[in-house]
């Protein structure tokens, strides 16, 4: 069998699917397109412009007319891609906790979805292309040619965050961040449009024993099977 020419990575939030997204599409020559970052992108741009989250009507319109430009990264500070927003390098902005606690929010929204969703099938459909989010194999690009729904339970995503966030010298409380991975499942997987859930078609990778290596290595496996 050829190795897939679309290849979609579902999962929750801190399942390491980014992580496994890069490599994959580094080993593969690949484009590899995070579409998290699109709706951390509108949420960073509402709360850098005095937008009130829980304006429907606001926050749909700035998805509508956002540019946001992801390009090859600029630096090499750990990141995978540049995201910029008028001129303006956003990479790190949008991983902070004011971004964190209001994207599940907005992305929640009907008309937020239907913008940022027809970019990433544009982008998509040209094929030889990683793309990694929560609805790619149900929604964005059910024509996938490969769709893993990558999982692992709350208490082992929240301490990978933990390790990463305390590996970066910063500091953080474990139960916090638990209670915040299982806040955005719970949005994430019961809002109406375009819920979490693996396609009927997908593979499902449980990662709770399993190191980033591991994972990497059985997804590999499934794109030369
Ligand atoms: O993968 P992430 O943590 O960067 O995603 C940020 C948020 O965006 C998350 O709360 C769910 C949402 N999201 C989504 O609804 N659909 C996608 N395809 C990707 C992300």
Request: glycine fraction near 6%; include cysteine.
């Amino acid at each position: 069998m050829p190795i897939p020419n679309i290849i979609a990575i579902d999962g929750p939030a801190a399942s390491g699917k980014s992580t496994i997204g890069y490599q994959l599409a580094e080993s593969l020559a690949y484009l590899f397109f995070d579409t998290g970052l699109m709706y951390r992108a509108v949420t960073w741009l509402a709360l850098a412009r005095g937008i009130e989250i829980a304006d429907e009507t606001a926050v749909t319109a700035l998805a509508e007319e956002v540019p946001i430009e992801v390009t090859p990264p600029s630096q090499k500070d750990g990141r995978t891609c540049d995201v910029t927003v008028d001129d303006h390098d956003i990479t790190w902005e949008i991983r902070k906790p004011e971004v964190e606690a209001n994207v599940s929010v907005v992305s929640a929204y009907p008309g937020v979805r239907t913008a940022l969703t027809q970019q990433q099938r544009r982008i998509g459909l040209r094929g030889r292309v990683v793309m990694v989010g929560r609805d790619i194999g149900t929604i964005v690009l059910p024509e996938a040619d490969l769709k893993i729904y990558l999982d692992a339970s709350a208490e082992e995503r929240a301490r990978r965050r933990y390790t990463e966030i305390l590996g970066r010298g910063g500091s953080a409380d474990f139960n916090e961040i638990l209670s915040k991975v299982i806040a955005r499942d719970r949005i994430d997987s019961t809002r109406a449009i375009a819920p979490l859930k693996p396609a009927d078609d997908a593979i499902l990778l449980d990662s709770d024993h399993l190191n980033a290596e591991q994972v990497l290595q059985k997804v590999k496996e499934l794109c030369l099977n």
